[in-house]
């Protein structure tokens, strides 16, 4: 079932390096609604339980520790062809294949510290933010 909500999720290296502002600005411009925000950190268990789904893969570990070593920003967005668009105003998940203007071209640093999340399927939309919000948080 398609939907018009995604979620995503402003990490460590971007609250850290100040771009909060500056991202959910690029977003709501972009026309998405914020329907669910929230500032908060991950433990080291809740980000592997988050991520759980590459727990084989060689890079979990370090993905882990990364995405618990400060706090990060979680929203569920709302608009029509939420997932494509999204992902399509975040970019590539490598900074230096982002198209110009995309959100991880102007504020990722790496791969690895790429800015921001965004989920890639209404499925996974669903359950990343419901991991964070309860339908009473939720507008």
Do not use: C, W
């Not at 399509?88 to 690895?112: C, M, V, W, Y």
């Amino acid at each position: 079932m398609k939907t018009n909500r995604t979620f995503t999720m402003i990490k460590p290296d971007a609250v850290a390096n100040g771009h909060i502002g500056a991202i959910l600005d690029h977003i709501t411009k972009a026309g998405f609604k914020i329907v669910a925000l929230k500032y908060t950190a991950l433990s080291a268990q809740k980000a592997g339980e988050f991520y759980a789904v590459h727990s084989e893969r060689g890079f979990y570990a370090d993905l882990v520790n990364f995405m618990s070593s400060g706090p990060i920003v979680a929203a569920i967005l709302e608009k029509d062809n939420a997932i494509a668009d999204f992902r399509t105003l975040i970019g590539a998940t490598d900074p230096t294949k982002a198209d110009a203007g995309t959100i991880r071209n102007l504020f990722a640093k790496s791969i690895e510290a790429n800015a921001v999340h965004g989920s890639d399927s209404d499925e996974n939309a669903d359950i990343e933010g419901s991991f964070f919000f309860s339908a009473f948080e939720r507008f």
